[in-house]
């Protein structure tokens, strides 16, 4: 299957002229402010919960207001720190080069309690669709709780070629989703735990502090003066973009199957399938280069384009979500003296997000094929 790349002929969907640099301060000081908005919000809701509430809680309990104060930190410091990636060299050196490691490290911290809570439902509700089971094979108040804490459930994507016994795997689901249920809690409540002394931590208050000066001045270099335009900072985004969607396998990815995805996720080998890398990485540089728009874009909003940049990465969202489940449901399958029942419905399990996967590629592969990226107008 021939690839097809964006055709530099098509309308631009970016300002046909210059972008000052002081889109760029404005788009800083902004995101600045929202950081510290969320800060005031997750304090005056108080301090006892992390990236989903209290762990083992759901939004009854009053974790509304935390759930969204810290999904709305870690919104505003993926953008900073993205921010400061592509416009690096019109940003002060020492204080960019300084600043985006730890912007990076508190969005990181704040994700993984719901990265572990979204894991755990996908699972369980795949097991459940699988198996035809009229219950959720493990515990029903934790899809609830992830459920009204607004996590995605699992998208409605093609079967595996092969269905499994339903009756086989029905014997195995619910020790299989009890085994999850185990896990993953565990892993959520030391990634809250994580978010809490990290919220606490000097090494979050010298950052707040930070943010807290730029949402009133912003470090630009002595050399960033009114003539700068931004496009080409931003238009380099764009190709480091293109050249890594050019390396993927987009050729393996038009089968909705790829079976040879199964042979690595089964072995006892724990390291992550070596597939998925190059995917992820596409994922992050459409991540900055959706950034690099908005920052671009300024009072204007968002355009159509940016609309379509953001079905693609939708798709990398599921491809991500759906490669992780199937490694946790690999990792629960070594578990030592599980039942042959349990390790059968895990290894189903396993091939149907490993299918999710191939999938999520597919549609990657169609959205950018009907020319979801065009390229930034030069200056």
Excluded: C
């Excluded at 994580?194 to 002595?222: C, I, M, N």
């Amino acid at each position: 299957m021939a690839q097809r790349h964006p055709d530099p002929t098509n309308s631009p969907a970016g300002p046909a002229g210059p972008v000052p640099v002081e889109a760029l301060a404005r788009y800083l000081r902004a995101q600045a402010t929202e950081f510290l908005r969320a800060l005031r919000l997750h304090r005056g809701s108080g301090a006892g919960t992390g990236a989903n509430g209290p762990a083992g809680k759901g939004a009854d309990d009053g974790a509304a207001g935390p759930v969204d104060a810290v999904r709305a930190l870690r919104r505003a410091a993926r953008r900073l720190s993205g921010t400061l990636h592509t416009y690096q060299p019109l940003l002060d050196a020492d204080w960019a080069e300084a600043m985006r490691p730890e912007l990076a490290w508190l969005s990181g911290t704040l994700a993984m309690e719901h990265a572990y809570a979204s894991r755990l439902e996908r699972l369980l509700q795949a097991l459940h669709r699988l198996s035809g089971s009229s219950e959720l094979p493990a515990r029903r108040q934790v899809a609830a709780a992830a459920v009204s804490a607004g996590l995605p459930a699992s998208p409605a994507l093609p079967s595996a070629p092969a269905p499994p016994d339903r009756g086989s795997l029905t014997v195995g689901a619910a020790k299989a989703g009890a085994l999850l249920d185990r896990q993953l809690t565990l892993a959520r409540t030391r990634a809250h735990s994580t978010a809490l002394q990290a919220l606490g931590s000097s090494r979050f208050h010298a950052v707040a502090d930070k943010v807290a000066l730029l949402a009133s001045e912003v470090p630009l270099r002595a050399t960033a003066d009114a003539a700068v335009d931004l496009r080409p900072l931003a238009g380099a985004a764009q190709g480091r973009l293109v050249d890594a969607v050019t390396a993927l396998p987009l050729v393996t990815a038009g089968h909705p199957y790829n079976a040879e995805a199964l042979v690595h996720g089964l072995s006892p080998d724990p390291a992550p399938h070596p597939q998925d890398a190059p995917w992820h990485q596409v994922r992050l540089l459409l991540r900055l280069h959706r950034y690099a728009r908005e920052v671009l874009a300024g009072e204007d909003g968002p355009s159509g384009e940016d609309a379509r940049l953001l079905t693609a990465g939708q798709a990398l969202d599921r491809h991500r979500d759906a490669s992780e489940a199937a490694a946790a449901a690999a990792q629960a399958a070594r578990t030592p003296r599980i039942t042959p029942a349990t390790a059968y419905a895990l290894g189903v399990l396993h091939a149907d997000q490993r299918h999710e996967v191939e999938a999520a590629r597919y549609a990657f592969q169609r959205d950018w094929q009907n020319g979801t990226v065009r390229p930034t107008p030069a200056p």
